[in-house]
């Protein structure tokens, strides 16, 4: 397999389960929360959903850039850390170990 040569906005992001998202869950916490807490003010706010669209389409942009970022960064400690998730069903206690090497790896 090659070095990828496209830019990192055309490179795909992981597959976003729950098991990937939980494991990106302090990243995403630390980069995307303003557009986070933006999106649920729009929210609390306003009843109507259509409003809060471009506030939505701005986490989703950013958790997607910054699931790329940490995919190009540290892959197999990104994808250690999820697969543990995703066989743990997500209980970050039981997977210490895969979270401090990812953290290594990819410091928020």
């Known amino acids: 397999m090659g070095v990828e040569t496209r830019p990192p906005q055309e490179r795909p ?13 302090k990243h995403i916490a630390s980069k995307c929360g303003a557009q986070n807490r933006a999106f649920l003010d ?4 306003d009843p ?9 389409q701005d986490v ?12 190009d960064k540290c ?20 997977c210490r170990k895969e979270q401090r090497e990812f953290e290594e790896a990819c410091p928020i």
Do not use: H
């Open 13 to 25: 992001a992981p597959i976003t389960t729950s098991a990937v998202l939980m494991a990106a869950s």
């Open 42 to 45: 729009c929210k609390r706010n």
């Open 48 to 56: 109507n959903p259509e409003r809060c669209l471009r506030q939505g």
């Open 60 to 71: 989703t942009s950013c958790v997607v850039s910054l699931l790329r970022e940490l995919n």
């Open 75 to 94: 892959p197999k400690a990104m994808d250690a850390y999820s697969k543990c998730m995703d066989y743990w069903t997500n209980e970050f206690e039981l």
